[in-house]
């Protein structure tokens, strides 16, 4: 009896409210859209607030999002262009540097390095077809970088100085008079200079490839001097510590140096570089002649071998 | 929580088993997303209903009777939006909400399956009736507005209400 009540109830309620609802539609136009108008302003006037303020803070993210976007595009934009601004100071250096040479240097970019701490190996991308042939110099207006050593149509492998392998021959540049020695990779990554017992360096004198070689011309920058040491461990050479001047690392374009020297030649003989900002002091109190390279070392991978 | 409403969650009856007023604050919460977020959650023209939504709880909670008074209330909310025919959801909820709470009383309908359908089935209804009124004898577009956005907005409102549902069941 109760239920039957309370489902009358229900039909009598939702009859009105039909009814109402058949009402207010039933109401002439200009009273409906009064009624509507204000029931509109009754109830969005005071959501309005809430609708401005969360749409506000939904528009603030989405706008935030886009800025965010956008800022991350910027950046790499920025990122390309300094890469590019980079690439081409160190471009215009090679070029200058490359256009004061009395050798043909073909330009080459590094396309992959051997993954270690300290790169031993990079590969150019130039090879035999446009020139490049095994154990020709690879510099960078800097100075030595190494050598070919494995060259194919295309591409080029390069032994670099940090290689254990390399050895270049020396020539220090010490004021008033000149040494030389043979430059080696030392186990700890940078360069030792190995030279005759009673030669006399101090920290700062230049170091140049010798020439006597067989691979890399005379003149071209390694490093400088930072410790002389009295000898090895059999007290029979003096090894001195050397900073480099080219950082492997950093080094994304080279060039290949394609006329080389004669192993065992004589310094007036061969070819002599000049690299920009690192003249050193005429060969005038040098002994040039054949008596003069007996016993200088040569480059690693030539004919005459490394000491 | 008291003896009835431990009673109704342990027969599955979710909208019962709410408390008044966590019930009064999923109304308003919904209400208020009607006015702020349906907008920006619109999808090729289907929206969740945030109206339809608490009519169907409130009818299935509190039965016919007040289920059809929910439905004339919310009818009025959603006609105060539009400019247009007023009254005319307020006739429409105050059906819907009538027969959903007569449903619920009658068939014994408890699980929350079957309130996510109600749900779909109540926003289709007055999807068909309001987009037939608004076609005015173009029935070509009334079909195409229904496939495209009535359908899909059931379906969105049934996912939206149906995830509410879950997460109040939870807490």
Do not use: W
């Given at each position: 009896m109760q239920a039957l009540r309370r489902a009358r109830r229900a039909e009598l309620v939702a009859s009105a409210l039909v009814v109402t609802s058949l009402i207010l539609l039933a109401l002439p136009e200009s009273t409906e859209r009064s009624i509507s108008r204000r029931a509109n302003h009754l109830v969005l006037l005071p959501a309005s607030r809430v609708r401005v303020v969360f749409g506000g803070y939904l528009r603030l993210r989405e706008e935030?999002?886009?800025l965010r976007?956008?800022?991350?595009?910027?950046?790499?934009?920025?990122?390309?262009?300094?890469?590019?601004?980079v690439q081409s100071r160190e471009l215009r250096r090679m070029l200058d540097f490359a256009a004061d040479q009395p050798v043909r240097l073909i330009p080459a970019r590094v396309i992959?390095?051997?993954l270690t701490t300290l790169p031993t190996a990079f590969v150019l991308d130039v090879g035999r077809n446009a020139g490049v042939v095994e154990n020709l110099p690879v510099v960078t207006a800097q100075g030595i970088v190494g050598k070919t050593v494995d060259v194919g149509p295309e591409t080029s492998l390069v032994m670099v100085y940090a290689h254990p392998d390399f050895s270049a021959s020396a020539l220090v540049v010490a004021g008033d008079h000149l040494?030389?020695?043979?430059?080696?990779?030392?186990?700890?990554?940078g360069l030792r200079l190995f030279l005759p017992l009673r030669s006399s360096t101090d920290p700062g004198d230049r170091v140049v490839t010798s020439g006597y070689g067989g691979t890399f011309p005379r003149g071209v920058p390694i490093g400088h001097v930072i410790e002389g040491q009295e000898s090895d461990r059999l007290g029979l050479q003096r090894v001195d510590r050397l900073q480099s001047v080219v950082d492997l690392g950093r080094v994304t374009t080279v060039f290949v140096l394609t006329r080389q020297v004669s192993a065992g030649a004589a310094a007036g003989e061969n070819l002599q570089m000049f690299w920009p900002?690192?003249?050193?002091?005429?060969?005038?109190?040098?002994v040039l002649g054949a008596s003069a390279v007996e016993g200088v070392p040569a480059d690693s991978g030539t004919a005459d071998g490394a000491p | 929580m008291s003896g009835l409403t431990r009673n109704a969650r342990a027969r599955g009856q979710w909208a019962e088993s709410l408390s008044r007023g966590r019930f009064a604050a999923l109304v308003a919460v919904s209400l208020v997303f009607a006015l702020v977020i349906e907008e920006p959650l619109v999808i090729r023209g289907a929206a969740p209903d945030f109206v339809v939504i608490p009519l169907v709880f409130a009818a299935?909670?509190?039965?016919a009777a007040q289920g059809a008074a929910a439905g004339f209330g919310l009818g009025l909310f959603r006609d105060s939006l539009f400019l247009l025919d007023f009254g005319l959801h307020a006739l429409v909820m105050t059906i819907l909400g009538y027969a959903i709470g007569k449903a619920r009383e009658t068939l014994y309908l408890t699980?929350?399956?079957?309130?996510?359908?109600?749900?779909?089935?109540?926003?289709?209804?007055l999807d068909v009736v309001i987009l037939g009124m608004a076609a005015e004898g173009a029935w070509r577009a009334f079909e195409e507005r229904f496939f495209w956005e009535a359908v899909g907005s059931a379906v969105y409102t049934a996912l939206v209400g149906g995830a509410l549902q879950r997460l109040l069941a939870r807490t």
């Open positions: 935030n999002a886009r976007t956008e800022l991350q595009q910027a950046k790499l934009e920025l990122d390309q262009v300094v890469a590019a601004r992959d390095r051997n040494e030389y020695g043979i430059v080696r990779p030392s186990p700890s990554g900002g690192y003249a050193y002091p005429p060969m005038a109190g040098e | 299935i909670r509190l039965g699980t929350p399956g079957v309130d996510v359908l109600l749900l779909a089935g109540a926003k289709l209804a």
